[in-house]
Structures are given as structure tokens and as C-alpha cells.
């Protein structure tokens, strides 16, 4: 017997209809009411048959286990967020390092600036500068191997006095042997000050303002 003449019998298509259209998918609770109709109604001169029950426990059966999966996949989902605010959390009062070019000079007017060329260089420059783009240090590279480089700022200016402990911008121009550039990718080193929960994402606020993702942050010190 078919499912839609067992529900125009009872009255159920209508709504069976408006729960489908609400939810887009059978529940456990309206298989088994659909599966124990059809019991109910079949023709007893035409009795489904037992391949038929067999088939439609199996659907029932993968239902269920779909139902457990999917509950199970919210909870862990909910677990991992849970565990990323966490993270996030005692991640506050470190420094980060992430892709970027700021660097921030701490109490002890020692600043770390993170880079890595991509070959060997033998010269260069690094021009520090404030967050309104105003030069305040530039110093001299000496050769240097290919790699990540950490070369430490002792929080002077060019005249060699001391600038404010905050969050500066630094860029580098490393060249290689024959005067040529040298490819380099630049990195932030900033203290975590806050945490931000918005749309599902974890976010970490640094010291220059700055939001950063969980996700890119690379090391942690």
C-alpha cells in the first residue's frame, strides 16, 4: 500500500505536508506514526510484504543513527567552541606572533622585530615607524642567512633617545650580494589584551587595536 494513499485515510497528508515543509526531512516520531498507519491500513487480501517491513526498518534504522550523528556532531561542535574561548582566554596578557608588521615595545624598551628573506642578504635597512607613519628609527642589516631573523629594537630613536613604550611599524629592505631585493615577508609580535566572541568566531584583540583570528596565530610567548 502506498504511504500517500495510508495518509489521505487518515487525514495525516495535510499535516504531514506542513511538518515537511517546516523541518525539510522525517523525524523519528513521524516514521514510526507513518509505519504503524500503514500497518493499520494495509489490505488484508494484500499484506505488505516482509521485504518491505525489512526495507523500511532499514530506513528507520539509518534515521535514527543519522539523528545520533548529528547530535553527536553538535555536541562536539559546541565542546570545540567552548574549548576555543578557553584558548582564546589564556592567550591574554601573551605575545602573539602572526603575519603582519608592527612590533610592540614593552616596559622594558625592548621591542622584537620578526622577519624572514627568502636568501641570503648582505646589506640592508629597516625603518621604524610610529602608527601615523612618522620615521622614528632606521637601522642597518648586516649579512644575513635565509630564514626567519628576530633583530631586537632597544626602544631608541635615531637621536638616541627613548620613544614611549606602545605598538610601532617596521619594514624591511634587505638586498642581496649584487644589491638586488631580497623577498620577505614580515611578522607582528603584539600582546593579547581582550577576547572577542562574535558570529561563532573567536577573536583576539592586540595591543595596536588590531583583531586577529585564532587560526593565524603562529607562535606564542
Known sequence: MEVNSVL??????????EQADATNELDQNTFLRLFIAQLENQDPLDPSSSEEFVAQLAQFSSLEQAT????????LLAQGTERGRFEAVA??????????NTVELDSDG???????????????????????????????LE?????????????????GEPVSSGVYQFAVNPLN????????????RESVKSALWENGQTELILASGKTLSMDDVLSVF
Open 8 to 17: 489521505d485515510n487518515l487525514g495525516l497528508r495535510r499535516d504531514f505536508t
Open 68 to 75: 545520533q550523528t548529528t547530535s553527536l556532531l553538535e555536541e
Open 91 to 100: 592567550l591574554i596578557g601573551h605575545e602573539v606572533l602572526a603575519t603582519g
Open 110 to 140: 625592548v621591542g622584537n622585530l620578526v622577519y624572514q628573506v627568502a636568501g641570503n642578504i648582505s646589506s640592508g635597512t629597516i625603518t621604524i615607524t610610529d602608527l601615523t607613519g612618522q620615521v622614528v628609527r632606521s637601522l642597518i
Open 143 to 159: 649579512p644575513q642567512a635565509a630564514g626567519q631573523q628576530t633583530i631586537e629594537w632597544d626602544g631608541l630613536d635615531n637621536e
Open 177 to 188: 650580494a649584487e644589491g638586488v631585493n631580497v623577498s620577505v615577508i614580515t611578522f607582528l
